[in-house]
């Protein structure tokens, strides 16, 4: 895949207007093992009319095309690109990268709460306006060319996969990840700074669509190589072993704008590393370990982590001898959305209420994000914290209520004539009211670094999420099931997650703020800070009936800058 970038620079030059004939060059992209079935980018190259060259002179036009070649010579067009004037080839293919985003990101997945307002088929043509700023920043990277090949390389996969999920035929979808699974890995992991600079360009709406385009095509990519390695041992007799992440399907990026880190990650759930549950099977192996429900089993592998962690830092120059970094959280986001084909129809609430499996998704468990200096550096000192060690009070409100009642001496109708004294009746009862919360946050320093670290209890039990293991809850000292706990986390006045089943921590959850002093001879520069987060996620049944539990991590660690210089007013 990664020829096809310098295949369209070598692509002939355009033939003088009106003489030369039509010519068609073409590159392979995937065959398949015994050659009989490709699939193909075609370019094909024409004299423009003289109503088509306009102030171009007499520039050729070129249409690129994918087509699907058959065992029998047939050849049958998937795509076509319409027609781009052939300037030169840089701007070709800039015009065709373009095009191929463009239509990634109206086919990402649907997104109930903005459908209204970006309909079907959203404008985003403003997108070649920042192709060539993309293509120009990559080449200037230290690691470019390969950068923009590698970033051309995952456009035309994504564009060649949803080709493959939805007009191509059904066995073009295995003969894509079959050929072409190598050069996926190999795009993601060389794509990194152009990737950046695009999601970084295009703003978060354009971000998230494209992002959840890619996070679709990587859900299927992980899906199939479990079952191709539990196909494998079973052929062979042996027990399957899994690979246990794959980091290079998980992209982030880090940046600075407006007195703000910004870090932002996305990873489909099943490129995660297990850290509990079945560790060492993949979701499709023992029948009592996976979800019960068909379902249930496809929506858990069909979900993707979007995180957002908003950092707001600050340089103060109070005191002649050094300058204070000052840090604290503005806003961490943290949601599993899930990922589909189809569009579902919403209700009048504006909520797909039909699918019962809407609300049966991993959740997280647990988060630690972590900032301070480039490790091993010295020009800083710190962190100083801004919260103590958790030792929470238990605030018991007890009431005691007293009833009684009184009863005179009587007679008794009997023989004896006997009479039964006066008594006094009293019955006491008393009640006791706890108050918890299902987040707790602490605050921690690692060498130079400061940590906010969250973890998810269960309202019920006090377990933490995140550290159970499922089939030790009955042990002596083993943490309670919080199984019954966590039902219906999504409803209810209790719950620890939004009505769109996310996560948001601002600043009145963590006010307080991490500091770090620099000396006063570093005053000017622009020194490298380290900025990470880790993630947890988890799985308990929610609505339905299921012994399925399981939760996975992810980590991202990324550089950024920090300008030592004092914001107006802190002198």
């Not at 070649?69 to 070709?92: C, E, K, P, Y």
């Not at 190598?182 to 669509?209: K, T, Y």
């Not at 970094?325 to 084909?341: E, K, P, Q, T």
Request: with cysteine; net charge negative; glycine share 10%.
């Amino acid at each position: 895949m990664d020829n096809v970038w310098p295949w369209l620079a070598g692509l002939p030059p355009p033939p003088p207007g009106g003489e030369a004939l039509p010519q068609s060059v073409d590159v392979t992209l995937a065959a398949s093992l015994d050659g009989a079935t490709s699939i193909v980018l075609q370019a094909e190259c024409e004299a423009a009319a003289d109503g088509d060259s306009g102030e171009m002179g007499e520039a050729a036009l070129v249409t690129f095309s994918l087509a699907l070649n058959g065992a029998n010579g047939a050849a049958r067009s998937l795509w076509t690109s319409g027609r781009f004037a052939a300037i030169s080839n840089v701007a070709l293919r800039r015009q065709l990268l373009a095009r191929l985003l463009d239509e990634v990101i109206a086919l990402s997945p649907f997104v109930p709460c903005l459908s209204t307002m970006l309909g079907d088929a959203p404008e985003t043509g403003f997108v070649g306006e920042v192709v060539a700023g993309v293509v120009e920043m990559a080449d200037t990277d230290g690691s470019a060319p390969s950068a923009s090949t590698a970033f051309f390389s995952l456009a035309l996969l994504l564009r060649l996969f949803w080709l493959c999920a939805g007009e191509a035929p059904a066995d073009t979808g295995f003969l894509f990840f079959q050929a072409l699974g190598a050069d996926i890995e190999c795009a993601l992991g060389d794509c990194r700074p152009a990737l950046g600079v695009f999601l970084r360009s295009v703003g978060p709406d354009v971000e998230e669509r494209f992002m959840r385009s890619l996070g679709y095509m990587l859900a299927k990519w992980c899906l199939l190589r479990e079952m191709q390695e539990e196909s494998a041992a079973r052929q062979a007799s042996q027990p399957a072993i899994p690979r246990r992440a794959l980091p290079v399907a998980c992209p982030s990026y880090a940046t600075e704008v407006h007195g703000l880190w910004v870090l932002k990650g996305y990873a489909p759930v099943l490129a995660m590393a297990r850290v509990t549950g079945a560790a060492s099977t993949p979701i499709t192996a023992l029948p009592h370990e996976v979800p019960e429900e068909p379902a249930l089993r496809y929506g858990l592998v069909h979900q993707q982590l979007e995180v957002v962690a908003q950092l707001e830092y600050a340089v103060r120059v109070r005191d002649p001898r050094f300058m204070s970094v000052g840090l604290r959280v503005d806003n961490i986001r943290v949601r599993v959305a899930r990922l589909g084909f189809r569009k579902d129809d919403a209700d009048v609430d504006g909520e797909d209420a039909d699918d019962t499996m809407n609300g049966e998704r991993h959740f997280p468990s647990r988060l630690r994000l972590w900032v301070g200096p480039r490790f091993g550096s010295s020009y800083a000192t710190g962190p100083s914290l801004g919260r103590s060690t958790g030792n929470p009070e238990r605030d018991v409100e007890m009431t005691r209520t007293v009833k009684g009642a009184f009863a005179g001496a009587t007679k008794l109708a009997n023989a004896n004539g006997g009479v039964v004294p006066a008594r006094v009746k009293a019955k006491m009862l008393s009640s006791a009211r706890t108050r918890n919360r299902s987040w707790r946050w602490e605050q921690e320093a690692e060498g130079s670094a400061g940590v906010f670290e969250g973890v998810l209890c269960d309202p019920v039990t006090g377990t933490e999420i995140s550290a159970w293991r499922a089939g030790n809850g009955g042990g002596a000292g083993a943490a309670a099931d919080p199984r019954n706990g966590m039902r219906r986390r999504y409803g209810g006045p209790g719950r620890a997650f939004s009505k769109m089943r996310g996560l948001v921590v601002a600043g009145d959850e963590l006010p307080e703020e991490v500091t770090w002093r620099v000396g006063r001879e570093a005053e000017g520069r622009t020194v490298p800070w380290r900025l990470g987060l880790k993630a947890w996620v988890s799985y308990l049944p929610n609505e339905v009936r299921s012994r399925h539990f399981e939760t996975r991590c992810i980590e991202w660690v990324h550089e950024v800058e920090l300008p030592l210089v004092a914001v107006n007013g802190d002198d």
